[in-house]
């Protein structure tokens, strides 16, 4: 999607909103840490990808994310009612969900990067 200035403003009051909605009134329990990482609408305002990841257990495991799809793809069409309640939009964009996974995948290689600190300086040590 191409950004333009009013679809970019669009999905910046979208992100914060549905954060918002999510923490405050989506009480279904795979929506738990769920972090709206961008939103990108097209330029005709009819849709908005959101982009998410999750926190928990398993800091963002595959099952958790999967789980979470499901939670948000159940909840987007009361989602979508309360976003054209609180924007006033003439057309509420049609919500789209997709797993961002680039938070999960910089977090293991931090892990990996620490494991090898671990191993190095076991070494130097002996």
């Not at 931090?110 to 191993?119: A, D, T, Y």
Request: proline residues 3%; charged residues 35%.
């Amino acid at each position: 999607m191409v950004d333009y200035p009013r679809s970019v403003g669009v999905a910046e009051l979208i992100q914060n909103e549905l954060g918002e909605l999510l923490l405050r009134h989506v009480k279904d329990p795979r929506v738990r840490g769920v972090r709206i990482t961008r939103v990108e609408v097209s330029p005709d305002l009819g849709q908005a990808k959101a982009h998410f990841s999750r926190y928990g257990e398993e800091r963002g495991g595959e099952e958790e994310l999967e789980e979470g799809l499901r939670g948000l793809e159940r909840a987007a069409g009361f989602l979508q009612g309360k976003l054209g309640e609180r924007l006033r939009l003439r057309r509420t964009p049609q919500l789209r969900f997709y797993i961002d996974r680039s938070l999960a995948q910089s977090d293991h290689i931090e892990r990996l990067i620490q494991g090898l600190r671990e191993e190095s300086a076991g070494e130097g040590g002996a």
